[in-house]
């Protein structure tokens, strides 16, 4: 069983609507949860962190994090056709600096 | 402020050679971390350096190493290269490591003939 796990996708999302990326992991000592951008040949870009269950929002993200389910997603409000990119989900189980990632979600927004 | 810098940004070399890919972070950052990225395996931690130690290791061999300098800058070698080695190489850095987020750079592509 791999530690953090996403759907791998496609997920195709219209123009403007919503797009719900899930990720789950299996350390329950998990600490940090953090969901990253990649567009295809370029390196990851930070997009939100959370440490805290509940939700954050930020612009047209929000993360959700559910530690007792061991569940943290992402939503994307007003899909927009420069959100087409994988999404990487990336989990920080101790104090030091080790992220371990999930496979990605790739996204697709259709116009 | 200037972000991560990794150099070379791309390297072709041939089995059995080695090769040093070098990352610089952040102003001010002084963690700096490993990952190779590949198609099937996808994201996967190499090592972390903190203040010229190294903190943590992920599960590759020894061929992979790396060190960290008093500027915090860091480097990665990889001997006797193996065609499995193509990979990117991408180094993260962040301020200190508890819970701090991690910046990545452009990342190495590295390919192995």
């Known amino acids: 069983q791999k530690e953090v796990e996403q759907n791998s996708g496609p997920l195709s999302v219209p123009e403007g609507a919503i797009a719900s990326l899930n990720c789950t992991y299996s350390d329950r000592g998990s600490q940090s949860f953090f969901w990253y951008r990649q567009y295809s040949g370029k390196s990851p870009e930070l997009i939100m962190f959370i440490y805290s269950n509940g939700d954050k929002e930020d612009g047209r993200f929000t993360a959700q994090l559910n530690k007792a389910s061991q569940y943290v997603s992402l939503l994307i409000r007003d899909s927009q056709p420069s959100d087409s990119a994988t999404y990487l989900c990336a989990v920080k189980s101790d104090s030091w600096g080790k992220l371990q990632f999930g496979a990605g979600t790739q996204v697709v927004v259709t116009p | 402020k200037a972000g991560v810098t990794q150099t070379p940004r791309y390297l072709i070399k041939t089995r059995g050679q080695q090769v040093t890919l070098s990352c610089s972070p952040i102003s001010g950052h002084r963690s700096v971390s490993w990952y190779q990225q590949t198609p099937g395996q996808g994201l996967q931690f190499l090592f972390e350096y903190f203040s010229e130690t190294q903190r943590n290791k992920g599960n590759f061999p020894g061929r992979f190493s790396g060190r960290q300098f008093s500027n915090s800058r860091s480097e990665m070698n990889v001997s006797t290269l193996e065609l499995g080695d193509s990979a990117l190489y991408l180094c993260?850095?962040?301020?200190?490591?508890?819970?701090?987020?991690?910046?990545f750079g452009p990342g190495t592509r590295l390919l192995v003939l």
């Open positions: 993260a850095s962040s301020l200190r490591t508890a819970q701090e987020t991690q910046y």
